[in-house]
């Protein structure tokens, strides 16, 4: 090797390890091993506020509620059991199931975007606590005393017959399919030049579509009759391109490539057979004629409780101000000309 030739290795050989340094010392700091004035080793990325989660059938949910209030149409209580996943797929890392495992407390949401009237029987942990303590007499509903005011003897909480509600159906059922690769398409081109410096060019395409089923049971809790059984089904796409690029120049090799990819997400697809397995059964059970009623635009009653994020029971005279068409509103709580505010919590426009 020529002296020029082992100056340049020499220095090169220096260059890298200074290179890497760098780029190690760039990116410590970004994260300190000592919490800052603020309590922090870093702060958190994103600043994209809350949203609401709908499908394409919650505004459908949304209206089936509202047809049932303009037409005096009462909800029967409902109440939600096990919808569980007996699809049995696990992640191949064992991190745990490959669907969600909440798919009846989406039940219970899309009951309530329906108006229905919704009776508590996934989790009475807490009421049944509550019913021990108020059977030994250890519960009182009076008001607090003050702090450092002394304690004074407290009326207990009694038990009155038939205080719960009962429920007049029950929802129960199952995530039954998870289907990979039904189908799938895919395209690898490679051209270039015949020398071997020359330029060289590769572009890669996929698309797959998979699917998930649900089977979903209505049942009258006096006589467990069957009343409405759904089974649905929706699939899933997803694809995935790519392209890069080879070359050598100067005595340099380059190697660039670029990717973007996309699945939908398969847990709202769980979500969305749950909702339109609801619809169908409120529909009936309100009476609707069928999907017209929900092709007219606009609230018949003006103010609602009901909204694509869910329901509520209003506890004051404020459904003009704060009703369920503004809990849809990202940026009802958030501070967008607030400079003080953190940016977590200020929408951006």
Same mark, same amino acid.
């Given at each position: ?5 082992? @100056? /340049? ?7 890298? +390890?200074? *290179?890497? %340094? !760098?780029? =190690? ?111 030994? @007499? /250890? ?7 003050? +702090?450092? *005011?002394? %304690? !004074?003897? =407290? ?112 847990? /709202? ?81």
């Amino acid at each position: 090797m020529s002296a020029p030739s082992l @100056k /340049l290795a020499l220095l090169m050989r220096a260059k890298i +390890p200074a *290179a890497v %340094t !760098a780029c =190690a010392v760039a990116l410590s700091a970004c994260v300190s091993p000592v919490a800052g004035p603020n309590g922090r080793y870093a702060e958190p990325i994103g600043n994209a506020p809350v949203t609401s989660n709908p499908t394409p059938y919650s505004q459908a949910l949304v209206c089936m509620g509202e047809y049932a209030r303009a037409n005096h149409r009462n909800s029967p209580r409902i109440a939600v059991g096990r919808i569980s996943d007996y699809t049995g797929k696990e992640e191949s890392d064992g991190s745990g199931r490959k669907l969600t495992q909440g798919a009846s407390l989406m039940a219970i949401s899309a009951l309530a975007k329906s108006g229905a009237n919704l009776v508590e029987r996934f989790d009475t942990s807490v009421s049944e606590l509550e019913l021990k303590y108020t059977n030994n @007499k /250890l519960i009182t509903d009076a008001a607090q005393p003050p +702090p450092g *005011a002394p %304690t !004074a003897p =407290a009326d207990y909480r009694r038990i009155m017959a038939g205080q719960v509600p009962g429920s007049d159906y029950y929802m129960v059922g199952g995530i039954t399919e998870l289907n990979f690769n039904i189908r799938s398409s895919g395209l690898d081109a490679q051209g270039g030049r015949t020398t071997t410096t020359g330029i060289k060019a590769e572009a890669t395409g996929q698309l797959f579509v998979m699917n998930v089923g649900l089977d979903l049971r209505l049942v009258d809790t006096r006589t467990l009759q069957v009343v409405d059984v759904i089974s649905y089904q929706k699939q899933i796409i997803g694809r995935q391109v790519g392209i890069g690029v080879f070359d050598v120049l100067g005595g340099n090799v380059y190697n660039i490539s670029a990717g973007e990819g996309g699945l939908e997400p398969i847990q /709202l697809a769980v979500r969305s057979v749950i909702e339109r397995a609801v619809l169908e059964m409120m529909s009936n059970l309100y009476g609707a004629p069928g999907p017209e009623v929900c092709l007219q635009q606009g609230d018949p009653l003006g103010a609602r409780t009901t909204g694509v994020t869910g329901g509520y029971t209003p506890a004051y005279n404020n459904l003009e101000t704060n009703n369920a068409q503004t809990r849809e509103d990202p940026a009802r709580w958030d501070h967008p000309g607030d400079a003080a505010a953190p940016a977590t919590v200020r929408s951006r426009y």
